[in-house]
């Protein structure tokens, strides 16, 4: 919880920036493999600061998402995070 406000910043130097085509990556899989019609919801678990859930929004627009994660820091900021690209109804 302490590290929250820092994460993305930690991960991305310790990473190297890697974590950014990994997170393409996997959501470009999922995105492939959903069906292509109808409504989509998606869970993901241990969202952290909503990377993923983020990257999910933007390579599946029609897709509803969850994310839940036991940090409330790290939800905090990946809910603001949400609300500043304007996709809280998603």
Known sequence: DQIATRYDLINRVLALRMDVGWRERMTRQVRDRIPRS?????????????????????????????????????????????????????
Do not use: C, E, F
């Open 38 to 90: 109808g409504p989509v919801r998606l869970l993901d678990v241990a969202t952290g600061t909503a990377d993923v859930a983020l990257q999910l929004a933007a390579d599946i627009p029609t897709a509803s998402i969850l994310g839940i994660d036991p940090s409330n820091n790290m939800l905090d900021v990946g809910r603001t995070k949400i609300a500043d690209r304007g996709l809280t109804s998603r």
